[in-house]
């Protein structure tokens, strides 16, 4: 399917307000929107023509009435930790312009993609990170979540949201409601191992 491009940065779902910083992501996941559609939630095209850079959302983000939103959400159509330092460096921002609430939704990969220990850089700017769990076991990770980093990509996802509960005020784990009610319960353990909630959400 040929892929309809624009340059969405910000796009609103109901009283948040989202960004989408890259199409990158390490993960091919079976469920993934990207798979079946060029947008989300309504929103106009979330495949970027390229990756903005800071004068871009600098721009996007002046013109909006930002204390207007319940929550600010690092989320498009990539893995926003792919761009980690220009997540830290809008997150500053937007600090800078009042917003209470801002939530990173991730695949929890970021400690494999830089190569280091990152939760620590969130403290202060990330008030929820949100992580992918995807599945209750290894196997069932592997074949929902498919990471170009195999199967240690499972044990550091978990790892990356352990580290997060350190520095983030709100840490939870998330599934979609497509799993095998045994993957479900799987997840439920999980979560539970790592002492950190779980939301099961309806597939978009």
Not at 2 to 23: E, F, P, R
Not at 156 to 183: G, I, R, T
Request: proline residues 3%; hydrophobic residues 35%.
């Amino acid at each position: 399917m040929a892929k309809q491009k624009s340059m969405t940065i910000a796009y609103q779902v109901g009283k948040n307000l989202y960004l989408n910083l890259t199409n990158r992501c390490p993960c091919a996941c079976t469920f993934c929107i990207r798979n079946n559609s060029d947008s989300a939630y309504g929103s106009d095209p979330l495949w970027l023509e390229h990756e903005p850079d800071w004068d871009e959302i600098h721009s996007v983000l002046e013109s909006e009435d930002v204390s207007k939103y319940h929550e600010v959400v690092f989320c498009g159509f990539g893995e926003p930790t792919e761009r980690l330092d220009m997540v830290l460096r809008t997150a500053a921002y937007l600090k800078t312009r009042g917003v209470i609430s801002i939530r990173l939704n991730t695949n929890g990969l970021a400690d494999l993609i830089h190569g280091k220990k990152t939760a620590e850089l969130f403290k202060g700017l990330i008030d929820t990170v949100s992580v992918s769990l995807n599945a209750g076991t290894a196997k069932g990770y592997l074949e929902v979540t498919r990471p170009k980093y195999g199967e240690e990509a499972y044990t550091a996802m978990q790892e990356f949201a352990k580290d997060c509960k350190n520095y983030v005020p709100n840490v939870m784990f998330s599934v979609v409601d497509v799993l095998s009610e045994e993957e479900l319960e799987a997840s439920k353990q999980v979560a539970e191992n790592c002492g950190i909630p779980l939301r099961i959400r309806a597939l978009d």
